[in-house]
């Protein structure tokens, strides 16, 4: 007796032409998702911010005298929550023509056109490397004067911040590691290292 196959099962039936559009899909968002990660290395290797020397503790001595982007980014940690009270130097210098008091602040998002950290990998490389303010314009992509009104608010910022500090051991604390030359002076506080170098001058 014949018997009459309505079907092959074992056949592997053509790709339709909605499974094709599928994986072109695919392909494309993969493609898209790689040249979205080669464009922000070509971002980042362009601009001169924080995140282009990540990757090496000694760029981040050269540029911060931090030891370490590790001992940098500790610093950041402690001083990033209260950058909410940061007052421009622009903002100040308004209201005291006006005489009125600085009652708004900023947000982050309204600021300047580097991010915060960006800002401050900016003001550390002013104070160490030393380099001129047209020099930072033209890696930082921005004017010389925003970048003068950026360490001058970042100098008065960090000053007010760190100045509340106290830097000085307890009376306790230094009595207790009091050197023996010191024993005469129980009430020393304070060593200052002094040097005197005489020089020949013009009579």
Known sequence: MDVT????????????SLDLACAKVDELSNEVEELKKQLHELHVQRDFGLERFFGSDEDIRFYTRFPSYRHLMSFWWLIEPSM??????????????????ITRVLPPSE???LQPIDEFFLFLIYLSVGLKERDLAHRFHMHP???????????????TLLGSVCVWLSAADVKSNLLEEFTDFPDTQV?????????????
């Not at 925003?146 to 100098?155: A, G, H, L």
């Open 5 to 16: 196959m309505d079907h092959d099962y074992c056949s592997i039936p053509e790709p339709s």
């Open 145 to 159: 004067s925003t970048v003068s009104r950026i360490i001058s608010t970042w100098t008065n910022y960090l000053y």
């Open 111 to 113: 600021r300047q056109l």
């Open 84 to 101: 909410h009270k940061i007052i421009r130097v622009s903002i100040s210098k308004s209201a005291a023509r006006k005489h009125e008091d």
């Open 191 to 203: 060593i200052i290292d002094c040097t005197e170098i005489r020089c020949q001058i013009l009579s």
